[in-house]
């Protein structure tokens, strides 16, 4: 997330030993040596003052991991004694390193390393001990002859699904008492409440860097506060992830941070940690898998005073659902639009269009929600919509078809002045207001006003005096003169992220964490100069790196193609990446169009997508690239990303080379005998790869574990078609053990490689999953591909579909197989 951490103070260079004398004070007798007394040199562990064991990193993550440990020995500890690396994993650390300054017996020392994180997923321990002068070895306990150690589990890139932050006014917040508004009213405080703060201090006085909630709990003792945010389907790995602590200077601060979980049938405590003002944070990194499979779950961030709730200011510093490189994209909050606490900010000032009577003090409005056209919505010009605001009636009045919606100021986008409401809106009631608009045709940001009109000619609205209006907001995108959307022309519009958070845009060349940086002009593969313009998009410099923008909004007409050429910048040898245009509808599951594998070969692939199956709807639309292994030199280029309307655009120069045309979203109804123009997977790690049809869908892609999407024959009982590529260290004898008992057993050789093929079904609730896995063995590991079919029994419909050829949709499995082999 780009978050700072415990240890940001150290990055100034590759290896920092940073020492904290801690001399005893108010005694002159002896320092208890536990059992280690006696020894010259020996030491006790005090704590883990930075990652305690078990703490989570994605991959090639760097961090610092300090130890507090006491000279517990009769010598001196010199600058001739070294921290030295005793076994396990070194994780990138140098093997010694020389103390700066003396240490006394009886001294109390932090020492900190650098590290770095694994390529590949999995738990790593590594061991540290002390080196004296003469070169003998010491540690701690009883013999002072034991190791310290750092243990970390690294995880598949993670990416944020649910901003707990952004959609902070989408739950529902309570008291032990009931329900506390959001955001939070005056005067209302002592009943605890929650505000979103954009980057607040943690208690080492250090900025977050990112959003946080600061809740505050019900002023008593043992005071409570929690948000039950909006039902949330839980996928295997997810993950929740945030910094807590105390807000900088809430020195009284102790309390209970604690996520709960509730879903038909249950729910209870997920995860509970303590915190007292002390001057550190914490990291939460919490397993969801036990919630997978449970339906309509609500995750509840609680929040209860350990005593005395004053003075309590407890933080989520980017509180989120952290999952696996798939399809995860941050979901549109439901919920306020904006997705901050204050719910009606106050809007640039408005010049009515009228004199202004004054309303009833029983006309009152709060609003909900954007039903339809979030701010921000990218709408072309000319284009007509309908925007439609939930609001409240929160006022002693009933609002009659006599009262109207009225427009009070900005860009009034071809609607009438005024319009009648429909029926009666009864206290307490909320209603969908609508109203026709038209986008003006000039490119730029348009915002329109509107109030609610009395009887009487009084205008009312939202706000504590409800004197504010509510508001429409959209964008007419550069480059729309004909309609369509230009993704270069608008690319800081997206929000740019890799595994590291949110990336600046533009970006800067070099950088680690990934970039995107707009190209004026563009080269082909082959070098062949485009005056096109271009985004350059590099994803993070890990294994299986990634960045993906994900652009606002946009509403689809049919006959729209997206039209794009995609290939590696010039010179750059090493590149080997998907490309992949995902989409997401609302808050929607992320659905993927079409990926393509590019390796540098010198060509260029044109895409050229129908979106008439998307027509009218309200959609995100998301470039993403992932490094087909490790990132460096990886230098992805999109030429002239668009999307154009029904009407084809004059041919251009730059597109009449003839070039590999890339899959369309369609899939082919039978593989092709040939494997000519298939994608590859390539896995570095364990140096192996194979090819897949080029109609095929990277879902996820990492070094233990990828799934891949097959095409198949549409139109009958079969729904899914898929490959999972699975790697396990260790597993004797190597076979697929995450399945049932296989009916099958068998070894096949491809390439010269023995295999074992294991081939079952499974079936639950009326569907029914065939299976072919294919597992060998290299060095340690045991690595598989596991084929399924996913389909419906016929049982289960009133007319049933036709039944899928078993045959048919088999046959590429062998054909995949046949290009399996070993790397360099």
Known sequence: MGLPSERSQFMKS???????????????????????????????????????????????????????????????????????????EQMGAPAEMYLPVDVLPGQVVDLSVQMTAPSAAGKYRGNWMFRNASGVLFGIGANANSPFWVEINVSAPLMPVFDFTANVCGAQWYYDGGPIPCPKKEGKEQYGYVVRLDNPLLENGTAAGAPALLTIPQQKYNGVIKGVYPPFTIQRGDRFQAIIGCEYGATSCYVNFILEAKYAGGGGTVWKFTEKYDGRFYRADVDLNPLVGKKNVQLILTVSAAGIATG????????????????????????????????????????PTATLPPASSCDRAEFVADVTIPDGSIINGGQTFTKTWRLKNVGTCAWTPSYSLAFVGGNQMGAPASISLSNNIVPGQTADISINLTAPAAPGTYQGYWMLRNATGGFFGIGSAANKPFWVEIVVPQGAASNGYDFVANVCSATWMSGMGVLPCNGTDGDSRGFVIKKDTTVLEDGTPDARPGLLT??????????????????????????????????AATCNVFFRLDYQIGTEPVQTLAAYNEAYDGRYYTANLDLTSLAGKQVKFILTVLANGPAAGDRAVWISPRIVPAAPLAPQSATATATPVPPTATPLPTPAASTTGWMSYQNPSYKFTFNVPAESVFVSAGSTQARINLPFTPGTNLSEKYLEVLVNEGLTPCLDSNMPTPSTSQSLTFNGIQFLQQTGQEGAAGQIYDWVSYSTSKETACITLRFVLHSANPGAFSTPPPLFDMAAETAVFTQIMNTFGWMP
Do not use: H
């Open 538 to 571: 590099v994803p993070q410099n890990i294994n299986y790196g990634w960045i993906q923008g994900v652009y606002p909004p946009y509403i689809v007409q049919a006959g729209d193609r997206f039209q794009s050429i995609v290939n590696c910048e010039p010179q």
């Open 14 to 88: 590759r290896l920092i030993i940073s020492i904290i004398l801690f001399w005893l004070l108010f005694s002159l007798q002896p320092i208890p040596q536990a059992s280690a007394a006696g020894f010259c040199d020996a030491a006790n562990f005090v704590m883990d003052v930075t990652i305690p064991d078990g703490t989570s990193f994605s991959a090639g993550t760097p961090f610092v991991k300090t130890w507090r440990l006491r000279n517990a020995g009769t010598c001196t500890w010199s600058k001739a004694y070294a921290l030295v690396f005793a076994g396990g």
């Open 312 to 351: 309590d200011r407890p933080l989520w510093v980017a509180p989120s659902i952290m999952r696996p490189f798939s399809v995860a994209i941050p979901p549109t909050p439901t919920l306020p639009p904006t997705g901050v606490p204050t719910l009606t900010p106050t809007p640039p000032a408005v010049t």
